[in-house]
Nanobody
Framework: QAQLVESGGGLVQAGGSLRLSCAAS????????MHWFRQAPGKEREFVAA????????NYADSVKGRFTISRDNAKNTVYLQMSSLKPEDTAVYYC?????????????????WGQGTQVTVSS
C-alpha cells in the first residue's frame, strides 16, 4: 500500500513563490501519472496539473498555466509543484494523487492514492 505525503505549503504574499513536494512510499511510483489538485473553502476540488510516468508529458489547468510547473524525480519517488506569481485565489489545500491513467484529469475513483493535503495561503 503506497502513501503520498505532501509538504511545502505555507503563507506567502501575492506575487511570491512556493514549491510543494509529494513524497511517495513504495517501489512502484514510476508506474503512476501524478496529479495535483486543490480545494478552496466552499468550493469543489479542482485539477491543477499532471505529469506522465516518465515526466515527458504535462498538463495544466488554464488558471495556472505559465505560473506553475510540475516535475518529478522517480529516483526520489517525489513529484513537485513549483508555484510562482501566486495570487490570493490560489489559496487552497493542495493534494497530490496517483493514477494509472495519463495526464488528463480523471474521475475521483480513477485515482489509486491521495495525499492528505497541504495548505497554501496567499495574502494580498
Amino acid at each position: 500500500q503506497a502513501q503520498l505525503v505532501e509538504s511545502g505549503g505555507g503563507l506567502v504574499q501575492a506575487g511570491g513563490s512556493l514549491r510543494l513536494s509529494c513524497a511517495a512510499s513504495g517501489r512502484t511510483f514510476s508506474i503512476y501519472a501524478m496529479h495535483w489538485f486543490r480545494q478552496a473553502p466552499g468550493k469543489e476540488r479542482e485539477f491543477v496539473a499532471a505529469i506522465s510516468r516518465n515526466g515527458s508529458s504535462t498538463n495544466y489547468a488554464d488558471s495556472v498555466k505559465g505560473r506553475f510547473t510540475i516535475s518529478r524525480d522517480n529516483a526520489k519517488n517525489t513529484v513537485y509543484l513549483q508555484m510562482s506569481s501566486l495570487k490570493p485565489e490560489d489559496t487552497a489545500v493542495y493534494y497530490c494523487a496517483a493514477t494509472l491513467w495519463g495526464v488528463r484529469p480523471a474521475s475521483k475513483d480513477d485515482y489509486n492514492y491521495w495525499g492528505q493535503g497541504t495548505q497554501v495561503t496567499v495574502s494580498s
